[in-house]
């Protein structure tokens, strides 16, 4: 009796977390199946960390829009924007279960599990050049030594997303790693972002994403980072009072399906996904740019921050001091960590565009 009440909330939750998830999907091609004399369509469920309007928003869009041509509307991509299903870690569990094949994580929360992603924190490591910074990111030897760590996690890496650089949002300006000691930093949930800020004498607290923007209004916390698309539509500037530009870390997101789903899929379809995520980096490095020159316009525009940026000098000594964070990088990464700086630090000098 006890076993048959289980198996029935078992199918019940299975059934409510489906109708939950079409609930949530800003899709409406579900409806395509229905339709008289076409075939069902397979779904891929698609979840991002960021809402509607947001760089990863664009990347899901144009991948759903590259998907229906290619497969000719066999497959249907739908999009499931933050705040739809869970947080960041929530997502990567979604796609470790096989439930969402699709989803953006974060290195700055996924670092958790694949201490291999924390690479992407460590500030003053990626080249200065956009050029030289986009080849990175489609380095098949570095994208190779990534994919290890992923796969350890049962994920597959399927691409890397540029989102502009990290700005420093605070009630004061943060020239020198003095100004932010005792300073309440958000950070990712990740021990790796948290280890960088120590390093410059901040207090880390770790948070989701969600509760920011009501964390610094309510001052639980007193400084956060992000780039400027983020910080505008996530409304940060308007509980922040300065913006401290260091041009030290990119914001790069992976995007990730189950790795058993991935090896399994029907070779056709394998195939589409792969065409479709291929002229993506180019696409998506123009959308930041253009997504965080606007936003940091509107921001200006607002008049409600103002705007600092930092000299060599000043990036220089953030730079030195930053450094114990490389060396919990390398602790926590291990040997595979130890070859993937080898091959960001090899990568940046053989570049010509510096
Ligand atoms: O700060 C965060 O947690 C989030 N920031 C961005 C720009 N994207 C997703 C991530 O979770």
């Known amino acids: 009796m006890r076993a048959r009440a289980r198996r029935l909330g078992a199918l019940l939750l299975v059934l409510s977390t489906s109708l939950f998830l079409s609930a949530c999907s800003d899709s409406d091609d579900t409806m395509t199946g229905l339709l008289p004399g076409k075939p069902e369509p397979e779904i891929w469920r698609f979840a991002l960390e960021e809402i509607g309007g947001s760089v990863q928003d664009a990347w899901a869009q144009e991948f759903r829009r590259r998907i229906s041509e290619l497969s000719d509307g066999q497959v249907v991509v739908e999009i499931y924007p933050y705040g739809s299903i869970g947080t960041s870690p929530q997502l990567t569990r979604l796609v470790e279960d096989g439930r969402v094949q699709l989803a953006f994580a974060s290195p700055g929360h996924i670092a958790d599990d694949i201490p291999e992603a924390g690479v992407f924190l460590l500030p003053f490591l990626f080249p200065e050049s956009d050029e030289t910074n986009r080849r990175m990111l489609t380095d098949e030897a570095l994208r190779e030594l990534l994919q290890a760590g992923w796969q350890d996690a049962g994920l597959q890496l399927l691409g890397l997303v540029p989102e502009g650089w990290m700005i420093w949002t605070a009630d004061k300006p943060l020239y020198t790693p003095e100004d932010f000691t005792g300073l309440r930093m958000r950070t990712m949930t990740a021990p790796a972002q948290a280890d960088v800020f120590r390093a410059w004498g901040a207090e880390p607290v770790p948070m989701p994403y969600a509760e920011v923007y009501d964390a610094l209004q309510l001052g639980q916390v007193d400084g956060q980072s992000n780039p400027a698309f ?16 260091p041009q030290a870390t990119r914001f790069v997101a992976s995007v990730v399906s189950n790795h058993d789903w991935y090896r399994n899929l029907e070779q056709e379809h394998r195939q589409w996904l792969d065409a479709a ?9 123009e959308v930041q ?9 509107q921001i200006r525009e607002s008049g409600r921050i103002a705007m600092e940026r930092l000299d060599e000098d000043q990036r220089a000594r953030f730079r030195e001091t930053s450094l114990p964070a490389r060396e919990r990088f390398l602790e926590r990464a291990g040997p595979r960590g130890e070859r993937i700086l080898e091959r960001i630090q090899a990568l940046s000098e053989t570049s010509t565009d510096n």
């Open 230 to 245: 983020a910080i505008a539509e996530m409304k940060f500037h308007q509980v922040q009072s300065v913006m401290t530009v």
């Open 277 to 285: 995520r291929a002229g993506m980096p180019e696409f998506i490095d």
């Open 289 to 297: 740019h253009r997504y965080n020159r606007q936003r940091l316009q």
